[in-house]
């Protein structure tokens, strides 16, 4: 498998990595919702996520990546596990971040977990096999054309993602694991509507657009060729600019807990949904954890007015109700109820 | 008669046309893998020959597989192999077509029959160059680095390659295909090409090129750049050349980037610096590329304009149009959106899904038995004692029939009452509603009628099945006044959503000379109003509705015509108007919906 584009020598595309940084900051933002024309490296930038993320702690041996340090949320395995040994400690190991991703036309069976047939054929046990949701614990889940994928995966996903845990009852099993990742769904809005449930049940939405700035194109194809034609070299230059980006998340990580949010920051945000007529207190409270994170990436102990405003279209948009013949897209009313609300231009 | 307003058929000089699909067959022979493949939209026989061309000028070994569009998901990508699954007691995974190819071309005809998301994985393996198989009990990825070859044979007018496929296949060649053989290089001469493609050197005055081209022809993909520089180096290559010229690029770009053309250049002879570009983003070290930054020179605008000039100039000015209209026309896949409902009864068979069979859900028998197959021995062994039997099928195993189907039409009448002619025209339009409300008796579609005139558009037969009902409420139809089109058209976009949201696939028909006369505030004034319209009618051409517009003046009517073309909808001059007519029109727009 041949290494992925490094996430820092991607041009461009500032939302869409925002959108991802503050995900992996606060994974409670919930998933992110990348809209937008085709050949446009939305996959580009997910696929850049593994080498560019800090690789976390996991329990040894554990097939569902458990954090050690979150004793309510593991796995049953590792609860068994931990009453054998002293104090519940159980070995660590450093493991990559999981970045999975989900093919369009993969069953239910292969996304959930099903019976282990081998070991039930070859033992007789009635063993589970964990499926994708179990491989991107504590990770991100990946689907390309998510309005393409089948109607019950899709509800399925959203469902797991929502709660944290993957419940399993079939071929006679009864499991239940803890499955808490990122949802990152990507799809060309203009083939195909995405259903509006699907919509507000991501945390962030962006929308990923190609540049008209000639500069950068031909900035994109120099690094693009210079990437296909020598790999390992192309690697080596942008690691020193990957590992800065990975030194401000695990900094923003530290950081967050503490980061305060104003009264007068707190009520214009407020403001900001009431005016956006957002349905119910989803959107203040991803907007507010959405500015939280980005207060921590920018290393700032409160939260500002200027981050609200920049991550507000990226956690309203797609919360706003569907008028059709409201002049521009969703983007533009935030934008207008922003410099509303803000004073801004 | 009907007619359609669409673009007439690019006449393509055939000596050139033959020129061009040599030299993409001969790219397409050296970088084939690169850069995803080539589309081929002929109807004709052409694509035959082309491919029998090109078989000759690969190396014997290269397998060329045909996969027909109704091939089966586990076919395609790999599966269950079900003979063997029973056989050994435990699942074994069997590969598919495209691994099967890994390493050379798979041939796709009749692209625009294959589902749109089974097109969309196959881009995913031209992206990965794996297939990944996640299905019926097996975890495999299987290598399949695939050169395409899409045989696209549907109208004219829309794409058959969906766009997530259509994206990662570079190469296009429309129209006749046929390729001139004296043009083609030997096989020898392609294979020391391929040798040779990764080596040519393409310096940034190229990247500049095909960036400034990109950005002229209004394409967002940054994929169909890399592909066309992938062409130009293989174009390089194939003239035993170690470096891009010019000429390759303004080349590469016919094939790769004018195919995707969203717009015109914009005259080039205006200076587009009505900014200072900003500087592209610093790279952390002094390039990434390893190469002197981009120079200043003053040239460098020069260059661009020659390209774009070049590339414009070898087109006939037709054809830019053509594929102009098919970028705004909704391609296949959104013309069908919310067409198609899942059903268990009839329609396409889909994947069967596990469930519990009912009344209304039927057993999927095969892909039950599918699903059982690997667990019989062991639940030979778990009913020891018991009395045997030779196949243990249990609830779990339970796979039921799919169906996806064609949803029902809803036929949304705007017809125009103002003015003199109001009476006819209604008159006409309620004949057509009552003709194809008998004639769908045995359809599922539905008919509903807007009315406008004086102020406003008004919904007077809200979408229904009942003959009855619709005569009634027809029968008394006031006409006469003002022509508030604009209006008619937010009605009718708000209509056609909710027949969408309904599940059925709307087609609106419009019955109007075109000429509004009040504007959307309800005042009155011809531009005002005519600027109202062209705004809705945007609105309404990005819904991708699919509608035809009746004129209804004596003679057609250029303002009509505009209309027409601002709704994306079919133009259909009908002076003499009767009710059969319009029908006729109308069965026409359903069954191109």
């Known amino acids: 498998v041949r290494v992925a584009f490094p996430f820092s020598a991607i041009v461009g595309q500032e939302q869409m990595k925002l959108a991802l940084l503050i995900a992996t900051v606060d994974p409670s933002v919930g998933g992110v919702l990348v809209l937008g024309d085709r050949g446009t490296g939305k996959s580009t930038v997910v696929r850049a996520l593994p080498a560019l993320l800090p690789p976390m702690k996991a329990v040894e041996g554990c097939r569902y990546g458990c954090d050690p340090a979150a004793n309510g949320a593991r796995c049953d395995e590792c609860r068994a596990r931990a009453l054998h040994i002293a104090r519940g400690k159980l070995p660590i190991i450093d493991k990559p971040v999981p970045v999975i991703d989900l093919p369009l036309g993969a069953t239910e069976d292969r996304v959930v977990g099903a019976l282990d047939i081998e070991k039930a054929l070859r033992n007789g046990e009635k ?62 809005p203009e083939e195909g509507d995405l259903r509006p449930q699907l919509l507000d049940r991501f945390g962030l939405s962006v929308e990923v657009r190609s540049s008209d700035d000639v500069a950068m194109r031909v900035e994109v194809i120099r690094r693009r060729d210079a990437y296909d034609r020598d790999a390992t070299t192309f690697l080596a230059t942008w690691e020193a600019a990957d590992s800065a980006v990975r030194a401000k998340i695990l900094a923003a990580r530290k950081r967050l807990p503490s980061v305060q949010v104003p009264d007068a920051v707190l009520h214009r945000a407020v403001q900001l949904c009431v005016d956006l007529g957002t349905d119910g207190v989803r959107g203040e409270l991803t907007l507010l954890r959405a500015a939280r994170a980005a207060a921590a990436l920018d290393g700032a102990k409160t939260v500002t007015d200027a981050q609200v405003q920049l991550v507000a279209p990226m956690a ?30 | 008669m009907v007619a359609a307003s669409t673009v007439p058929p690019v006449q393509i000089d055939p000596g050139v046309a033959r020129a061009r699909s040599a030299m993409a067959m001969s790219v397409f022979a050296v970088v084939g893998d690169r850069i995803g493949g080539i589309i081929l939209r002929d109807t004709s026989a052409g694509a035959q020959e082309w491919l029998a061309a090109l078989r000759v000028r690969l190396p014997v070994a290269t397998r060329m597989i045909r996969l027909p569009a109704s091939a089966t998901d586990d076919r395609i990508f790999g599966g269950l192999d079900l003979a063997a699954t029973i056989a050994t007691g435990s699942p074994v995974a069997e590969r598919g077509v495209l691994a099967d190819a890994h390493g050379g071309i798979v041939v796709l005809p009749l692209i625009e029959r294959m589902p749109v998301a089974t097109q969309a994985r196959l881009g995913a393996v031209i992206d990965t160059g794996v297939a990944q ?33 259509r994206d990662r296949l570079a190469l296009v060649l429309d129209g006749d295909v046929r390729v001139d053989e004296s043009l083609l290089p030997p096989a020898v001469v392609i294979e020391a090409a391929r040798a040779r493609v990764a080596a040519v050197h393409a310096d940034d005055a190229v990247m500049q090129g095909i960036g400034a081209l990109a950005a002229a022809f209004g394409i967002t993909s940054e994929r169909a750049a890399r592909s066309a520089l992938w062409t130009a180096r293989a174009l390089a290559a194939l003239d035993a050349r ?13 094939l790769v980037l004018v195919p995707r053309a969203t717009r015109m250049p914009a005259d080039t002879a205006a200076p587009p610096s009505d900014a200072e570009p900003p500087p592209p983003p610093p790279p952390p070290a002094d390039s990434a590329t390893g190469e002197p930054p981009p120079r200043e020179s003053p040239n460098d605008g020069q260059l661009e304009d020659r390209l774009i000039d070049a590339v414009t100039a070898a087109l006939p000015p037709d054809l830019l149009a053509s594929l102009l209209a098919r970028a705004q026309r909704p391609s296949q896949e959104m013309g069908r959106a919310g067409a198609e409902k899942e059903s268990w009864i009839r ?99 539905r008919v509903s009628l807007i009315a406008f005139r004086g102020t406003t558009a008004e919904v007077l037969l809200p979408p229904t099945r009942a003959l009855a009902r619709a005569r009634k409420l027809l029968a008394s139809l006031p006409g006469g006044g003002g022509t508030p089109l604009a209006a008619a058209i937010d009605a009718a976009v708000s209509a056609g959503i909710s027949a969408r949201r309904g599940g059925t696939l709307p087609v609106m028909v419009f019955l109007t000379d075109g000429r509004a006369n009040v504007a959307r505030d309800g ?71």
């Open chain 2, 347 to 445: 329609g396409r068979q889909i994947a069967a899904r596990r469930g519990k069979p009912d009344g209304v859900r039927r057993l999927h028998v095969l892909e039950t038995l599918r699903t059982a197959a690997p667990w019989q021995r062991a639940r030979a062994r778990d009913e020891v004692g018991q009395p045997s039997r030779s196949l243990i099928v249990e609830r779990d195993d339970f796979r039921i029939r799919r169906y996806v189907e064609r949803a029902g039409t809803s036929i949304i009448f705007v017809v125009d009452a103002s003015g003199s002619a109001a009476a006819q025209r209604l008159n006409e339009a309620k004949g057509a509603v009552e003709a194809l409300l008998a004639e769908s008796y045995a359809r599922r579609d």
């Open chain 2, 133 to 165: 198989v996640l299905r019926d009990g097996v975890n495999a990825v299987f290598d399949a680095r695939i050169a395409v070859v899409a045989i696209d044979e549907s109208d004219e007018e829309v794409w058959g390659v969906a766009a997530p496929l």
């Open chain 2, 523 to 593: 005042r009155g004034g011809r531009a005002e109003s005519m600027r109202d319209v062209l705004d809705a009618a945007a609105k309404f051409r990005a819904c991708s509705l699919s509608c035809v517009l009746i004129d209804t003046s004596a003679r057609p009517e250029p303002m009509a015509q505009r209309v027409a073309d601002a709704l994306g909808a079919r133009y259909v001059p009908l002076p003499v108007l009767d009710a059969r007519a319009i029908a006729g029109a109308v069965t026409l727009a359903r069954e191109t919906a």
């Open chain 1, 316 to 345: 309203l948009r797609h919360r706003l109700r569907r008028n059709v013949l409201d002049d521009g897209g969703s983007g533009t009313r935030v934008a207008r109820a922003i410099s509303a609300v803000y004073g801004t231009t």
């Open chain 2, 242 to 254: 170690d470096e891009v010229t010019e000429a390759d690029v303004a080349l590469a770009a016919q």
């Open chain 1, 127 to 188: 063993a589970f096999e964990p499926g994708l949701l179990a491989r991107a614990h504590r990770g991100f889940l990946y689907v390309d054309e998510v309005n393409l994928l089948e109607d019950h995966l899709v509800d399925l996903l959203l469902d797991v993602a929502q709660t944290g845990e993957n419940v399993v009852e079939r071929d006679g099993v009864s499991i239940r694991h803890p499955a808490r990742f990122v949802l990152v769904g990507s799809g060309n």
